[in-house]
């Protein structure tokens, strides 16, 4: 056995009853504070299962089409989401669209600026950063228990868990993407009299665009990785199909459930990838000339 040279009980007690403290003191608070989120929550699920789901699939095909310019990534997005409604998984797809668009729209609004401060300043990089590794590192279950001790089971704590595991990657990728625009390019708009926000709007974020929509592109990704933690505490959807497969020992809904995550992950991976592509061969078009 290992020896014991300092004894834990008394921080375990600490940090315990001081989060059962937060949880009397402040829940109500918190829950306040986090119900704009649930309400965007609600009214995008509310949205996409109104529209029609013929419809659903023409406009994710027609962003296809217009990423790629061929006809085989909105074939490939016809026929994903069309087996899926073959599936009977139409509902569940849905309420897995609206949970992941809102948690990356949520981790963008708050991602892109914190990149943009890191970049900017190098003491609030030192800062971040531990706890950008601490957000990435740290197993999702260990910061799913605080939240579910706070807003309970639903919807609200697996938005947040979602947003805090598929945040950084963005936070990351803006930051990089602005530090690495080329210091000649902020000399030249310096040299023409640019401000600093006229350099940051005008020449920094346009060129590292590419490397931004990089970012959301990996926080969609995490979002969809972790709708069946998030279908534990009260996600619903895709996830939650996965976790009644295990239950209930049903291979056919797990194994449904799963190429159902497979085939949004594909549609919004090539989509974003497309765009980014996309983007990235008109600002070297622009700089050619």
Known sequence: ??????????????????????????????????????????????????????????ALAALAYGATRRFTL??????GLVFMGMMELWEDSVK??????????????????????????????KIVTPILDLMQTLPSFVYLIPTVMIFGPGKIPALLATIIYAAPPLVRLTDLGIRQVAENVLEAAQAFGASPSQRLFGVQIPLALPTI?????????????????????GAGGLGY??????????????????????????????????YGKQLQEQIGLAGGR
């Open 74 to 79: 909105p074939a490939v997005v016809i026929i």
């Open 241 to 274: 199909q996965v976790l009644q497969g295990i239950g209930r020992l049903e291979v056919s809904r797990g194994v449904f459930a799963g190429l159902g995550i497979v085939v949004l992950a594909i549609i919004f991976d090539r989509i974003t990838q497309a």
């Open 1 to 58: 056995m290992f020896p014991e040279f300092v004894n834990t009980r008394p921080l375990r007690v600490w940090m315990d009853e001081g989060l059962n403290w937060v949880v009397r003191n402040w829940g109500d608070g918190f829950e306040a504070a986090a119900y704009p989120l649930l309400v965007m929550l609600n009214k995008i699920e509310d949205l996409l299962l109104a529209v029609p789901w013929w419809l659903i699939i023409l």
């Open 213 to 233: 929509l990089a970012g959301v592109n990996q926080t969609t990704m995490m979002a969809l990785a972790m709708v069946v933690i998030a279908s534990m505490i």
């Open 96 to 125: 897995t669209m609206a949970l992941m668009i809102s948690a990356t729209v949520t981790a963008i609004i708050f991602s892109i600026p914190l990149g943009i401060v890191m970049a900017r300043s190098t003491l609030v990089r």
